[in-house]
């Protein structure tokens, strides 16, 4: 037997055997789903048995889900391909001119900040047919993909970079002959993330408003008290977002074999900074978020007017600054604004650093036991796909309305693009300093804490970023549903009296939050990884 035959033959029994173990990892899920369900929630009509699940879809029909998931799947794609497409388009624009960086991430940090509970309803309105769902889906694939593009660009060798230039090229040349190339994993590793958050955007969007999808359905379901509908609708949806992950995958395996020899460059590798003093680099500092607050005003009074928002929903900055600095109610306005932005700082970094540990908890599992990844990966994925507008009453009953409840929320809403960021990273360490250190006498351990998790660090601090954000949107989603206190529960309130200034006010709050805590995140990342790189 030929070389070339046996490697073909153990690849084709790895493949079975990867196969075969995440079939064991379902079937166990499934039993302990089926003994939990049946013996502790027996009789609360709250989380069904798989066995009843399978038995409403089969009454059903399988074409009533198959139906409703290609209404939701059609809507998805489109939002999927738009949004990552200008995301894309954006993060070269980054590369090429990099005195752009930061406004462009901050208007992306404000399209994946801003409340669907409240942009959702003014979608619904303004435009027709699918178009809000495909909004929404390219909303939540948006940032995610925009911030894995630009790390990925930003990761090109050095010597790659500095080989092109002294042949003449300029930076569309590096940028062509290498930064795409050594982005593609980090790249695909954000369209993993993007599948299934397409589908929930848009599932909430028909959530809110819609004549025919998973959410329609979910809605149904619940108003007329179909326990098990309403289960086999979410893994309707679970399934959905799991075949738009798994082609994802796919399409990384076939167009980039070598990403588990790449090795993880800690360096940054932007352009290299002119020594400034202290005032001259502060005053830049100013200049540029200046620009940025400009740029995004202006874009969030234009989307206003091209979208020809009605002027009693749809508020401008002018308006909300009128409301916030009116001295009327100045003290009395912002001292009840204060009180819920503290509850949402809460609530939002309970959710973050329970989500970020447990998923590095996971992570480092993973890695050291490839079974339990290839077992139990999939239905780490599928927390991410199941609309948490849906699931949220479960997770009340089960825990409370206490602040447990509101970790819970946070943590599974910023678990998952932690998880697949990490794990990923870990997978993609450098293999000759792994082997160096086992040549030794390192054990697994070693390997892991010397090699494997420092070059983990930009894909952590990239995940960082891109949960911060969720877990502001689960802070809200658990005032909401769950508390009924703070700010995101106030941005609720306000809708349903038309109180739009209010709610575009506190819309205007979340959104600055948010930005202040990707700033800080950014300024560790900076901090650490060039402490460790020696700058």
Same mark, same amino acid.
């Given at each position: 037997?030929? =070389?070339?035959?046996? $490697?073909?033959?153990?690849?084709?029994?790895?493949?079975?055997?990867?196969?075969?173990?995440?079939?064991?990892?379902?079937?166990?899920?499934?039993?302990?789903?089926?003994?939990? =369900?049946?013996?502790?929630?027996?009789?609360?009509?709250?989380?069904?048995? %798989?066995?009843?699940?399978?038995?409403?879809?089969?009454?059903?029909?399988?074409?009533?889900?198959?139906?409703?998931?290609?209404?939701?799947?059609?809507?998805?794609?489109?939002?999927?391909?738009?949004?990552?497409? +200008?995301?894309?388009? /954006?993060?070269?624009?980054?590369? !090429?001119?990099?005195?752009?960086? &930061?406004?462009?991430?901050?208007?992306?940090?404000?399209?994946?900040?801003?409340?669907?509970?409240?942009?959702?309803?003014? /979608?619904?309105?303004?435009?027709?047919?699918?178009?809000?769902?495909?909004? /929404?889906?390219?909303?939540?694939?948006?940032?995610?993909?925009?911030?894995?593009?630009?790390?990925?660009?930003?990761?090109?060798?050095?010597?790659? !970079?500095? *080989?092109?230039?002294?042949?003449?090229?300029?930076?569309?040349?590096?940028?062509?002959?290498?930064?795409?190339?050594?982005?593609?994993?980090?790249? +695909?590793?954000?369209?993993?993330?993007?599948?299934? @958050?397409?589908?929930?955007?848009?599932?909430? #969007?028909?959530?809110?408003?819609?004549?025919?999808?998973?959410?329609?359905?979910?809605?149904?379901?619940?108003?007329?008290?179909?326990?098990?509908?309403?289960?086999?609708? =979410?893994? =309707?949806?679970?399934?959905?977002?799991?075949?738009?992950?798994? *082609?994802?995958?796919? @399409?990384?395996?076939?167009?980039?074999?070598?990403?588990?020899?790449?090795?993880?460059? /800690?360096?940054?590798?932007?352009?290299? $900074?002119? $020594?400034?003093? %202290?005032?001259?680099? #502060?005053?830049?500092?100013?200049?540029?978020?200046?620009?940025?607050?400009?740029?995004?005003?202006?874009?969030?009074?234009?989307?206003?007017? *091209?979208?020809?928002?009605?002027?009693?929903?749809?508020?401008?900055?002018?308006?909300?600054?009128?409301?916030?600095?009116?001295?009327?109610?100045?003290?009395?306005?912002?001292?009840?604004?204060?009180?819920?932005?503290?509850?949402?700082?809460?609530?939002?970094?309970?959710?973050?650093?329970?989500?970020?540990?447990?998923?590095?908890?996971?992570?480092?599992?993973?890695?050291?036991?490839?079974?339990?990844?290839?077992?139990?990966?999939?239905?780490?994925?599928?927390?991410?796909?199941?609309?948490?507008?849906?699931?949220?009453?479960?997770?009340?009953?089960?825990?409370?309305?206490?602040?447990?409840?509101?970790?819970?929320?946070?943590?599974?809403?910023?678990?998952? %693009?932690?998880?697949? &960021?990490?794990?990923?990273?870990?997978?993609? @360490?450098?293999?000759?300093?792994?082997?160096?250190?086992?040549?030794?006498?390192?054990?697994?351990?070693?390997?892991?804490?010397?090699?494997?998790?420092?070059?983990?660090?930009?894909?952590? +601090?990239?995940?960082?970023?891109?949960?911060? %954000?969720?877990?502001?949107?689960?802070?809200?989603?658990?005032?909401?549903?769950?508390?009924?206190?703070?700010?995101?529960?106030?941005?609720?309130?306000?809708?349903?009296?038309?109180?739009?200034?209010?709610?575009?006010?506190?819309?205007?709050?979340?959104?600055? +939050?948010s930005i202040i805590l990707y700033q800080v995140l950014e300024w560790l990342e900076q901090l650490v990884l060039g402490r460790m790189s020696g700058r």
């Amino acid at each position: 037997m030929t =070389a070339l035959a046996i $490697r073909m033959s153990a690849r084709t029994a790895h493949r079975w055997r990867s196969a075969l173990t995440s079939a064991v990892g379902v079937f166990a899920f499934i039993g302990g789903w089926q003994i939990v =369900a049946g013996g502790l929630f027996t009789g609360n009509g709250t989380i069904p048995t %798989p066995s009843g699940i399978v038995a409403q879809i089969l009454d059903d029909g399988l074409w009533f889900y198959l139906s409703l998931s290609m209404e939701t799947f059609r809507s998805a794609v489109q939002g999927y391909l738009w949004g990552n497409g +200008f995301a894309i388009l /954006l993060a070269m624009v980054v590369v !090429l001119v990099p005195a752009l960086q &930061n406004t462009i991430l901050l208007i992306g940090v404000v399209s994946y900040c801003m409340p669907i509970v409240a942009i959702g309803p003014v /979608l619904v309105v303004v435009l027709s047919g699918s178009e809000p769902k495909v909004v /929404l889906a390219a909303l939540s694939v948006f940032f995610t993909t925009l911030l894995g593009a630009v790390a990925g660009l930003r990761s090109s060798d050095r010597t790659a !970079l500095d *080989l092109v230039h002294a042949f003449g090229g300029d930076s569309l040349a590096a940028l062509l002959k290498v930064r795409i190339h050594s982005a593609l994993p980090s790249l +695909f590793a954000a369209l993993r993330i993007a599948a299934p @958050a397409a589908v929930l955007g848009a599932i909430v #969007a028909e959530y809110m408003g819609a004549e025919y999808g998973l959410g329609v359905a979910i809605i149904n379901a619940q108003q007329a008290m179909e326990v098990n509908r309403t289960w086999a609708v =979410a893994l =309707a949806a679970t399934a959905l977002a799991g075949v738009g992950y798994g *082609l994802a995958s796919l @399409a990384a395996a076939i167009l980039t074999p070598w990403a588990r020899d790449v090795r993880t460059d /800690l360096a940054v590798t932007g352009p290299p $900074r002119k $020594r400034r003093g %202290p005032t001259r680099t #502060a005053l830049l500092a100013l200049a540029r978020l200046t620009f940025s607050i400009g740029c995004i005003l202006a874009v969030w009074q234009a989307t206003l007017w *091209l979208l020809g928002v009605p002027k009693f929903i749809g508020k401008g900055p002018a308006d909300v600054w009128v409301y916030l600095t009116d001295p009327v109610s100045f003290a009395q306005r912002w001292a009840l604004l204060w009180t819920e932005s503290l509850i949402l700082l809460r609530d939002a970094s309970l959710g973050l650093v329970s989500g970020t540990l447990a998923a590095l908890v996971v992570s480092i599992l993973f890695n050291l036991w490839p079974t339990l990844q290839r077992a139990f990966l999939g239905l780490a994925i599928a927390l991410r796909a199941i609309p948490l507008v849906a699931m949220t009453p479960i997770i009340v009953l089960v825990f409370g309305r206490n602040l447990v409840t509101i970790t819970v929320i946070g943590g599974v809403i910023t678990f998952f %693009p932690t998880l697949v &960021n990490v794990t990923l990273a870990l997978a993609q @360490a450098s293999r000759q300093a792994t082997d160096l250190v086992h040549v030794y006498g390192g054990t697994r351990w070693h390997q892991l804490w010397k090699v494997q998790i420092p070059s983990a660090l930009p894909a952590l +601090f990239t995940s960082l970023r891109i949960a911060a %954000p969720l877990a502001t949107t689960g802070a809200m989603m658990a005032a909401w549903l769950a508390t009924g206190k703070g700010l995101g529960y106030a941005l609720v309130t306000a809708g349903t009296v038309s109180d739009y200034t209010g709610l575009w006010s506190r819309v205007a709050l979340v959104t600055t +939050f948010s930005i202040i805590l990707y700033q800080v995140l950014e300024w560790l990342e900076q901090l650490v990884l060039g402490r460790m790189s020696g700058r």
